[in-house]
């Protein structure tokens, strides 16, 4: 909603600059967006008076003009336009002015005659022919030839904004759906008036009438549908004289957003942006009958509407006929076939309201929402037709336009009952968290036009969101000040919030991810069946029985994915295409797997994918790392080498207390030419579930030791097939309770080794809680882990 604070100061006097106009009005609840001045891009304009022309020697179609521009001396301006005269008024862009689109004027020479200057045309300086309407398009925006701007005492050497009235300073609102009454001047000014303590003087139309005939032997208005419409408000004019609107109505209506058009289309608009209450012109000779019927739409009638365009109707919409057909469309916009024109003589003005929830239903239908529309659908007064329609036709004949007809049409199907509600300081203060007086709520709501009698407050119609003491509180919140209430705990009792257990797992592994440099995706649940093919999947293979939506948007999407597999498979193909040199993903997914009911199990999967400067022990350290973050213990990892989609060499499972929880590994090279990328891919997919029931206790607090350890090294010769976790886990159990800590530090073959065996050199530290250990102390661990390995593993000390 854009403000005019020209016009807001014909309501209420606010002087403030538009900084903290913005700030203040923002604070009382409505929020500005942007603040302009008219005209800001136009520098150094000036109006200038032709003194002579004479032929330019060297063009035949070129003028040298003298220009008095209000300075000691007239300045020589060249132009090509050809609508010049001596005397006449012109705008002039002198040496370093701007115009509109950063276009900047200098001095120069034009066919060796010098210029200082240029004489501008309406459209350079940022307007259209609809601003001007008595102006030539294509030409020098010649002043004196509009009667409003010759009435004026022009000089040379004024600056153009302010000679022309172009300098209005607009502020654009964002006016909240509860709040439809701020959709017009008046309502704006209401809390401009109260946010900064002016006065605030409304105007009482009045209207002399007197045009011939009388209104009920003209018009008549029925409302079959008297639920789709609360009240219609109609009055008529005769002696139409259709014409440009005067200047102080086209700049109005320009700084407002609105396009002028003809003197009574701009009346409706004029209206509906100072009252907020939309309204509609028809030309009376083409309503039949002189009837005019609002009800619901036949099933298939048809109606061109303002746009030109043929709009279906059915009898969900409600629209405005005569006695034979449609004439409009009831709160969105006027059928063709009634339109103003430029031989109108007699006009009906409609003001109407309308159920807004059944004007919305129709715009979204068409596909056509308008200003009225917009504006009906969030629920208008229905008190405000008669007043808007009374300042239409005092528009009317303030501007000459036509003869208003005594009376008025004034249907009210629906009296609305005013909102009474009780003034509660006490309960207020406590919903605030204030300590404000009674007297200072009742002086706030006063500012508002709620009627204060005692502790009974009436809210007035065009307040409908006002309806129980919490609203009374938001009025005396706003005008109180938010910046003075003050900071204070919350009493009683509240609900706990927080995260669930899954969440704060979920929370964890992804910061793990992430700080491992894994970015997160998010990929559809529902796949194509020849994913299972391009994974490597045997066609009788139990996991490709998939749930088949039954309204797929394609092959591609049928069925519910049992894998996350494909999908990471596809990102990682998609971003190695796109020629990204490595990439590392993560996503926590749901796959969906088939039950004898017809539903599915949706258990959460933990998929990693990545190429480029990795390897399978990059992969697998990420693993250990979110494991190691959450806490679970007793990890060990098994060489896999039946799985179709892996590398049969560099594939592994992960289990937890002999429990499989995952897979990890290189995927196999002939899946990755499925997907056309030649180079290695690495992925892991780890249950969700799994995890959430094998995370460790939180972290408590352990001092450091008080005692030294004592650290020993071991290599041992075995069998060249034996993992070295297996190992480890030989070395744990056969320590007496004094070992701390195992790590590998080498592995070799080759000469002395024998051939099929291996060296592996471990680092023992033991360490005892309560004393130091002794030399001998230690020895007996590592005895007792030396005759284990040699008895379980048949490794000997090398």
Known sequence: MKLSREWLNEFTPVSAPDRDFAEAMTLSGSKVEITEVEGAEIENVVVGKVLSLIRHPNSDHMWICQVDIGGAAPIQIVTGAQNVREGDLVPVAKDGSTLPGGVHITAGTLRGEASVGMLCSYKELGMTDHDWPLSIVDGIFILNSDPDLSARDLRPGDDLRAAIGYHDHVVEFEITPNRPDCLSV???????????GTPLTLHTPEVKGGGPGALRDLLDVETPDADLCPRYTARMVRNVKIGPSPLWMRQRLRAMGVRPINNIVDITNYVMLEYGQPMHAFDYRYVKGGRIIVRRAKDGETLTTLDGTPRKLNPSMLVIADAHRAVGLAGIMGGLNSEIVDDTVDVVFESANFDGTTIRRTALSLGMRTEASAKYEKGLDPMN??????????????????????????I????????????????????????????????????????????????????????????LAEEV?????????????????????????????????????????????????????????KIGWAPEDPRRRSLKILNPLGEDTSIMRTTTLPSMLEILARNYNFRNKSAR????????????????????????????????????????????????????????????????????????????????????????????????????????????????????????????????????????????????????????????????????????????????????????????????????????VLELLQKELGAVLR
């Open 477 to 533: 919140a706003r005008f109180h000040g938010y910046n003075r209430i003050p900071v204070t705990l919350m009493r009683g009792t509240t609900t706990q919030g927080g995260y669930s257990p899954a969440q704060r797992l979920e929370r964890r592994l992804g910061q793990t991810c992430r700080s491992a440099g894994y970015d997160e995706i998010i990929t559809y649940s529902f796949i194509s069946p020849t994913y299972y093919d």
């Open 585 to 784: 993903l993560y996503e926590l997914g749901r796959i969906y797997l088939p039950r004898a009911d017809g539903l599915a199990d949706e258990p959460k999967v933990l998929s990693l994918g990545a190429y480029g400067d990795i390897d399978f022990f990059g992969l697998k350290g990420v693993v250990e790392a979110l494991l190691h973050s959450i806490r679970v213990g007793g990890v060990s990892y098994q060489a896999c080498r039946d799985n179709a989609s892996y590398h049969p060499g560099r594939c592994a499972t992960v289990c937890v207390g002999g429990e499989q929880i995952g897979v990890l590994g290189q995927i196999h090279p002939t899946v990755c030419a499925n997907y056309g990328v030649d180079t290695a891919l690495y992925c892991a997919e780890l249950s969700f579930e799994a995890l959430m029931r094998f995370q460790g206790p939180e972290r408590e607090y352990v001092p450091l030791p008080k005692f030294p350890s004592v650290a020993r090294d071991i290599a041992v010769v075995c069998d060249a097939s034996i993992p070295v976790a297996t190992l480890e886990n030989c070395i744990s159990r056969g320590a007496r309770g004094l070992l701390k800590e195992v790590e590998l530090f080498d592995i070799y073959t080759g000469a002395p080794i024998p051939a099929g065996k291996k060296s592996v050199a471990f680092n023992l530290t033991l360490r005892s809680d309560e004393r130091s250990l002794t030399a001998a102390e230690a020895d007996e661990d590592v005895k007792s």
């Open 186 to 196: 008046i309502g704006l000014a209401r809390e401009a008036a109260a946010t900064f």
């Open 412 to 471: 009210l199907n629906h009296v609305p009952q005013p909102t009474v509600l009780d003034l509660e300081p006490e309960k207020i203060n406590d919903l605030l968290g204030t300590d404000v007086s009674g007297e200072e709520m009742a002086s706030i709501l006063r500012k508002l036009d709620f009627q204060v009698e005692g502790d009974r407050i009436t809210v007035p119609s065009w307040r409908g969101d006002v309806l129980t003491m919490a609203d």
């Open 385 to 410: 037709t008669l007043p808007a329609v009374n300042r239409a036709c005092e528009l009317v004949e303030l501007l000459g336009a036509g003869e208003v007809v005594d009376g008025v049409i004034d």
